[in-house]
T-cell receptor, first 116, second 115 residues
Framework: AQTVTQSQPEMSVQEAETVTLSCTYD???????LFWYKQPPSRQMILVIR??????QNATENRFSVNFQKAAKSFSLKISDSQLGDAAMYFC?????????????FGKGITLSVRP | DTGVSQDPRHKITKRGQNVTFRCDPI?????LYWYRQTLGQGPEFLTY????????KSRLLSDRFSAERPKGSFSTLEIQRTEQGDSAMYLC?????????????FGPGTRLTVL
């Protein structure tokens, strides 16, 4: 079974600085998708960024980018120019490509705080 | 389109009571997922619908849980004889179902507290 591990329960960053959130996963599949979701306090989960495993190029979305290391099964999220609105729980998630069920397998999440 | 909606947002019930939650997916989405999220944990998959067909159920879904999606539109999740261990956030998500673009969009969740 696939597993997703987020070993850092909490992180803090100064506003305007850069922070990296770590995620590792375990799978025997060669093709899959990886995601970072953001869950602000008392608000719904939203997709931050996605990465297809067959793509070597790291995904970027504005201030958010990933460092995808397939051999190491590592998928970290870098947030540049951190803003107060980035404070939230961040979840790393995995999804298979094959099969009808595209359920997500999530890590435990990391709470990010942003200091003004 | 206003996104995925869930009702109610909060539910407090006494142990042994039955509760029912509703999820309205994004209108053109044919896949609908239910997840459960306990405090300090990531969401865990419960069950999944492709249109009106329930195609997979997690082992987490005991026989006290039942989900339906009549006519492939909204879905309901019912918990019978609630237990304190059922206290959690119940999240619904929907997606188009296209393999390469099957991004799941989440609703705000229903927070269940069982006293």
């Amino acid at each position: 079974a696939q597993t997703v591990t987020q070993s850092q329960p909490e992180m803090s960053v100064q506003e305007a600085e850069t922070v990296t959130l770590s995620c590792t996963y375990d799978t025997s599949e060669s093709d899959y998708y990886l995601f970072w979701y953001k869950q602000p306090p008392s608000r719904q989960m939203i997709l931050v960024i996605r990465q297809e495993a067959y793509k070597q190029q790291n995904a970027t979305e504005n201030r958010f980018s990933v460092n995808f290391q397939k051999a190491a099964k590592s998928f970290s999220l870098k947030i540049s120019d951190s803003q107060l609105g980035d404070a939230a729980m961040y979840f790393c998630a995995y999804r298979e490509v094959t099969g009808a069920n595209s359920k997500l397998t999530f890590g435990k999440g990391i709470t990010l705080s942003v200091r003004p | 389109d206003t996104g995925v909606s869930q009702d109610p947002r909060h539910k407090i019930t006494k142990r042994g009571q039955n509760v029912t939650f509703r999820c309205d997916p994004i209108s053109e989405h044919n896949r609908l997922y239910w997840y459960r999220q306990t405090l300090g944990q990531g969401p865990e998959f419960l069950t999944y619908f492709q249109n009106e067909a329930q195609l997979e159920k997690s082992r987490l879904l005991s026989d006290r849980f039942s989900a339906e999606r009549p006519k492939g539109s909204f879905s309901t999740l019912e918990i019978q004889r609630t237990e304190q261990g059922d206290s959690a956030m119940y999240l619904c998500a929907s997606s188009l179902g296209a393999p390469l673009t099957d991004t799941q969009y989440f609703g705000p969740g229903t927070r269940l507290t069982v006293l």
